[in-house]
């Protein structure tokens, strides 16, 4: 008989051959790194105030949840953790999910069904890819950065259930969705507009209150904002912000909720004390913008001819083309004391793979200084005179897919 696994040594073959494979790498406790890789945007996740929350609710409430959220997994902190996150973007209700992902799987399935219409933007997170493609409604896939294209796909939809689901800061290049124009369309078109924020949560907005915010948007009825808690407030799940309908709906209607295990208690409490530093400690947010602009200062100034532009998040992207290029330019790098993240397709466009450098309000300007230095020394002779290139290229007409 045929080996039934024998086509994973074949594709694994093809993916070494492409530059596309991908290994484990365990970090130590004491970094000997400059670390412009994770997503720890705000520097939060060993704040010791955060420790501290994630280890007096281990104490009070145990290690696990216990249960999905209906059965046991609810505690009193999470509802307050639900009540906080609310207040804080300006959203009527709150439900925590145990990921980011599943928030978005949640809400986009709950939201949608057979006989629905899901207008997903074409550079959408796998998140919403997949969230899209579990949903059985019809799924049309585009541009939502061309409101106006949106307006078009709408207008033409003969379902009357209509969701349309986009990032609100690209989790790569960190282009800024137009959610006010955006939602526009949606509110003129009967459309519901879900909006992923993850990588806006305490980087875009009033005081780091997110993106959603920053448009006016986060108490309007016909919009629903997704975050994840892993990111700027440092611990770990995820929640769906919007009216006090949606949160019912969801409980009742979202299977990525209904039967996954509650958010640990560790992860309620490490977010409720991150985000009671981030009310207290709003400047944070400022240090992160000014670190993301040296950052693409220093690669701009390594490499003219990549076209690196002033950055609008957390993220600067270095396009430098193909997999292995992003790969040798990741490891020179990380043998020179600077940790970069490395994207290459299916994560970013084919001829795009390039590093993603992610500031935090906690760079010191020692760290900065070994940014610059370490930029200039690699990307120099990698990139010689390549010319610039695209962080997002040009992309496709709707089409229905999925």
């Not at 280890?55 to 639900?82: C, F, I």
């Not at 145990?98 to 809400?107: D, E, K, P, V």
């Not at 997999?323 to 299916?346: I, N």
């Not at 230095?373 to 990307?379: A, D, I, K, Q």
Request: proline fraction near 5%; hydrophobic fraction near 50%; glycine fraction near 10%.
């Amino acid at each position: 008989m045929d080996d039934p696994l024998a086509w994973l040594a074949e594709t694994a073959r093809d993916r070494r051959a492409a530059g596309l494979r991908r290994v484990l790498s365990p970090r130590d406790v004491v970094e000997p790194l400059v670390d412009l890789a994770s997503n720890d945007y705000l520097g939060l996740a060993r704040d010791p105030r955060v420790v501290e929350g994630a280890v007096a609710a281990a104490r009070t409430w145990g290690a696990g949840s216990t249960g999905s959220r209906l059965v046991t997994g609810s505690t009193r902190l999470h509802a307050e953790l639900e009540a906080d996150l609310a207040d804080f973007v300006g959203a009527p209700d709150a439900l925590v999910f145990s990921s980011g992902y599943t928030a978005n799987l949640g809400a986009v399935t709950a939201l949608s069904g057979r006989g629905a219409v899901v207008v997903s933007d074409v550079a959408a997170h796998a998140s919403l890819v997949d969230a899209a493609r579990l949903s059985r409604a019809r799924v049309v896939v585009g541009r939502c950065a061309v409101p106006s294209e949106v307006d078009a796909v709408l207008a033409d939809a003969p379902e009357t259930r209509r969701l349309v689901v986009t990032d609100g800061v690209d989790s790569v290049d960190g282009g800024l969705a137009p959610l006010v124009e955006l939602h526009a369309v949606c509110r003129a078109r009967g459309a519901l507009l879900l909006v992923d924020d993850a990588h806006g949560l305490g980087v875009r907005g009033p005081a780091g209150a997110g993106l959603v915010a920053e448009a006016g948007l986060a108490a309007e009825p016909d919009v629903v904002t997704t975050a994840t808690l892993s990111k700027s407030l440092g611990s770990q799940g995820g929640v769906v912000l919007g009216s006090d309908a949606v949160i019912a709906h969801l409980v009742d209607a979202a299977r990525a909720f209904i039967f996954d295990t509650g958010l640990a208690p560790t992860s309620v409490g490490a977010a409720l004390a991150a985000l009671g530093v981030l009310r207290a400690e709003p400047d944070r947010v400022t240090a992160l913008h000014h670190a993301a602009a040296t950052v693409a200062a220093s690669a701009r100034s390594a490499a003219p001819t990549l076209g690196v532009a002033e950055p609008t998040a957390a993220m600067v992207p270095v396009v430098l083309g193909e997999p292995d290029l992003a790969v040798a330019a990741r490891d020179a790098c990380a043998d020179a004391g600077l940790r970069a993240g490395c994207f290459r397709p299916p994560s970013v466009p084919e001829g795009t793979s390039r590093l993603r450098l992610t500031a935090r309000a906690d760079l010191s300007a020692d760290d900065l200084a070994l940014v610059d230095r370490v930029l200039h020394e690699v990307l120099g002779p990698i990139v010689g005179g390549s010319p610039a290139r695209s962080a997002r290229p040009g992309m496709a007409s709707w089409t229905e897919q999925y």
